[in-house]
């Protein structure tokens, strides 16, 4: 309803000059990565064909947008209705996270154009990269829908909304599914270098710890975005009482620490199952227990610890430590920890920096456009109990 100069001005904000910023520098950036390929912009090699756009954009991306399915199981299936008000929010950032983490795969592929092969020509049935790559595809499409009806809300759509939410809780099973194979799936994939990743991250149990503390990056990515949202989206935030946010929030808080606690036991479990309690003392091992009590178990005590108190402060400072723990985590297996014994090791150019940085920003933007004219944080006046 603004006249378009008032809008362009309004455009004017210090968010949106860096953003604009970034993206100036970003876009030419990719057109030379696609115009000269990977050598032109990227520090990949024979020896570490996979670098930041795998452990960052892909690994670390996937993992924190498990908040979708996470909050979706909660609400949709278990019928945990207090969590209402956080699951669209929950599932916008996994189907933005998702579909960035594809977009990360084509900067890294040689030929990205051949990205729908496994989907169109080659079926690799054994080839964990072909089961990736249908979860990925499949879970996106559930997202979607999962997500359609506040787009159909925004565009007056009741048929199709009333159709999209009959299909929700099928579309929610099936995601499940879905995102129980495929972060697995991501771990299983180092399975398939014994010899390239450190022993200490190299275990059997990977597929199933890639999956568990995808579900801790998930609900700590949920609190760590509900507080955020409550800062800079505070005109869309439905006018709920404070107390039980903080009620929510606890409750997360005290899920993720169940979580992390178990996962903290499946580390442990792997090195005794694989004998490698020596290589503790080396400074790789050092820097596994870096990983694994700074960004596992410290977390997990701050957790339980804010929701004994009430504390919704330590929560969010838990759910701060958990996101960069697990997204040490990807890198370690990765990148830090892969090719660890290799004189020629990988270390990420500038440019290739700038792009993940890049297509953050694009999510960013993209988040909020949505946020600001979709019911996701707001309610609809015309489904009120949607919230």
Request: positive net charge; proline residues 5%; aromatic residues 14%.
């Amino acid at each position: 309803g603004q006249p378009l100069s008032q809008y362009l001005t309004s455009l004017i904000t210090p968010f949106n000059i860096v953003a604009a910023a970034i993206i100036a520098v970003g876009v030419p950036i990719a057109f030379l990565r696609y115009w000269q390929g990977l050598g032109a912009v990227t520090n990949l090699s024979d020896t570490s064909p996979w670098g930041l756009w795998i452990g960052f954009d892909v690994l670390v991306g996937v993992a924190l947008a498990a908040g979708g399915y996470t909050l979706a199981s909660a609400v949709y299936i278990f019928r945990l209705d207090e969590y209402r008000p956080l699951v669209r929010a929950a599932i916008l950032t996994g189907l933005l996270g998702y579909f960035f983490a594809v977009i990360g795969i084509l900067f890294d592929l040689g030929k990205p154009w051949r990205l729908p092969y496994p989907i169109l020509f080659y079926f690799g049935v054994t080839s964990v990269m072909f089961l990736v790559a249908w979860h990925v595809l499949l879970y996106l499409t559930c997202q979607f829908v999962e997500f359609s009806p506040a787009v159909f809300e925004w565009l007056g759509w009741k048929t199709w909304r009333r159709v999209a939410t009959r299909l929700t809780l099928g579309f929610t099973i099936f995601g499940v599914m879905l995102s129980t194979l495929h972060q697995s799936a991501l771990g299983a994939l180092f399975l398939l270098a014994p010899g390239k990743l450190h022993p200490l991250w190299y275990c059997s149990l990977i597929p199933i710890l890639f999956f568990v503390s995808s579900i801790a990056a998930g609900l700590s990515m949920v609190i760590f975005e509900g507080m955020l949202s409550h800062r800079i989206f505070n005109g869309q935030i439905s006018n709920d009482p404070k107390e039980k946010m903080k009620t929510l929030t606890l409750g997360l808080g005290k899920a993720a620490a169940v979580v992390l606690f178990v996962y903290f036991w499946l580390k442990v479990i792997s090195v005794i199952h694989e004998g490698q309690w020596a290589l503790l003392g080396t400074p790789m091992g050092q820097w596994f227990l870096v990983e694994v009590l700074g960004g596992v178990l410290l977390p997990c005590f701050l957790f339980l610890w804010g929701a004994q108190k009430g504390s919704v402060g330590l929560v969010r400072v838990a759910s701060i430590l958990t996101v960069l723990g697990i997204a040490l985590n990807r890198f370690n297996v990765s990148i830090i920890a892969f090719n660890w014994n290799v004189p020629d090791r990988y270390l990420p150019r500038w440019t290739e920096i700038m792009v993940s940085i890049t297509i953050i920003t694009v999510f960013l933007l993209s988040f909020r456009w949505i946020v600001n004219r979709m019911p996701v944080l707001r309610k609809h006046p015309d489904y009120p109990d949607e919230h």
